[in-house]
């Protein structure tokens, strides 16, 4: 089987479908292609894909309902695709585990530096055939992949964290890079700006809430109590921080 990385394109549009398709292959992946989410599901249990490139309007089960399907049941990167008024399903998309969004119509170079950067954190998969960055991208060298914050032992390589408890917790691709800012800056508020950049790279519409929507996601697999988060705290009108120990006890930060 070939060893170029597998992205499966759902996608009811047969001109979008079949662009997309086109694209990719001559970027030297291997692509399959469904209309729906049966399609999907067959070709995900005969031949699991390591990306999987998601319409948000299809017919049937929607692609919220795939992306919540594909979260449960795999462990593989997740590009939403929305229109630019789809703000709200947006949000929802990546609250339902979505690694990554990009909007239509768009820049063949901008979906192939998402697609890019989702598979680099998949395990044993590498980013893509070509060597050559994306626009946007670089080849500067990954930091240091394992970090240790308040008893927690966190591999952003593998996007896997171990509790204080030892309990094991995978995180998805845009959970990873957002707890990797944070926790490689204990201390440091980090402003929702920066995180796009940083986290998603792009810059951040001020009606975009994709950082608060992942604070969100890491808070509910890491904290006790995501309803009372003590591990990343917001800093009112600032960002958000993962505090120091001697910050711990501090109240000065509310969550939100």
Known sequence: MSAAPHILVVEDDRYMRELVEIYLTGEGYRVSTSVDGAGMRAV?????????????????EDGLTLTRYLRAHYHVGIVILTTRNEAVARVVGLDCGADDYVTKPFNDRELLARIRSVLRR???VASGPSASPAPGETNIAPRE??????GYRFDAGAGL?????????????????????????PG???????????VLQRSRDPLDRSIDVLVTRV???????????????????????????????ETSTSAA
């Open 44 to 60: 995900m249990a005969k031949d699991p894909a390591q990306l999987v490139i998601m319409d948000l309007k299809l017919p049937g």
């Open 188 to 198: 440091r508020v980090m402003s929702r700006d920066l995180l796009m950049d940083l």
């Open 219 to 249: 808070r509910r697999k890491l904290d006790l109590d995501p309803d009372q988060p003590s591990l990343i705290r917001t800093v009112r009108g600032a960002g958000y921080v993962i505090p120091t120990a001697s910050q711990l006890g």
């Open 161 to 185: 964290v171990i509790t204080p408890g030892g309990q094991e917790i995978e995180l998805t691709d845009s959970e990873s890079r957002l707890l990797a800012q944070l926790a490689r800056n």
């Open 145 to 150: 992949t394992l970090i240790a914050f308040h």
């Open 122 to 124: 998949a395990p044993g």
